[in-house]
T-cell receptor, first 110, second 114 residues
Framework: DAKTTQPPSMDCAEGRAANLPCNHS???????VYWYRQIHSQGPQYIIH???NNETNEMASLIITEDRKSSTLILPHATLRDTAVYYC???????????FGTGTSLTVIP | ETGVTQTPRHLVMGMTNKKSLKCEQH?????MYWYKQSAKKPLELMFV???????ENNSVPSRFSPECPNSSHLFLHLHTLQPEDSALYLC?????????????FGPGTRLTVL
């Protein structure tokens, strides 16, 4: 069962920041938040993950609220190639299970 | 080859056929996974292998039979499938350890059962 809630779809203008929200109100203290994306007909691609501090890498930034009940993935300058389904995942601490849910379909508009 | 590769990329089979999907990872990882992605549905974890031992089987029908002969290869043997088994089958690998084990996915095999 997916432990996260995401809006089903979003649009973003090319060159603008895309902010993708995720609710994970039942997250446990030792569970990480992961973000993956899946471009049409390809395998999912890892983007970023975090525990409680904000994280940034070459692809995106992850902002986690202080109570850890929600997070936001930020793509600072969205391009057309960022059009994909974005999955927010809370990783179960034991075992290797990732529950992907239905994600947010992001469309970057020229 | 780098990353995770899957063959074939597309497969059409009848309900009485037997076929196999192959996955190979070139990342030195010690865990491999099969996922199923049906149209308009979330990815479903089917099987997990860690150190070549099956550690997870999420109630998958017996017409799907996984095999992991070594840490680099993973197979999914298919027999007497149903049309509802048509889906994208994704393989992934990761390096198990304490903390974060990011999964790397292959491109998938698009399976159509007639």
């Amino acid at each position: 069962d997916a432990k996260t809630t995401q809006p089903p779809s979003m649009d973003c203008a090319e060159g603008r920041a895309a902010n993708l929200p995720c609710n994970h109100s039942t997250i446990s203290g030792n569970e990480y938040v992961y973000w993956y994306r899946q471009i049409h007909s390809q395998g999912p691609q890892y983007i970023i993950h975090g525990l409680k501090n904000n994280e940034t890498n070459e692809m995106a930034s992850l902002i986690i609220t202080e109570d850890r009940k929600s997070s936001t993935l930020i793509l600072p300058h969205a391009t057309l190639r960022d059009t994909a389904v974005y999955y927010c995942i809370v990783r179960v601490n034991t075992g290797n299970q990732f529950y992907f849910g239905t994600g947010t379909s992001l469309t970057v508009i020229p | 080859e780098t990353g995770v590769t899957q063959t074939p990329r597309h497969l059409v089979m009848g309900m009485t056929n037997k076929k196999s999907l192959k996955c190979e990872q070139h990342l030195g990882h010690n865990a491999m996974y099969w996922y199923k992605q049906s149209a308009k549905k979330p990815l479903e974890l089917m099987f997990v292998y860690s150190l070549e031992e099956r550690v997870e089987n999420n109630s998958v029908p017996s017409r799907f039979s996984p095999e992991c002969p070594n840490s680099s290869h993973l197979f999914l043997h298919l027999h007497t499938l149903q049309p509802e088994d048509s889906a994208l089958y994704l393989c992934a690998s990761s390096q198990e350890g304490w903390g974060i084990d990011e999964q790397f996915f292959g491109p998938g095999t698009r399976l159509t059962v007639l």
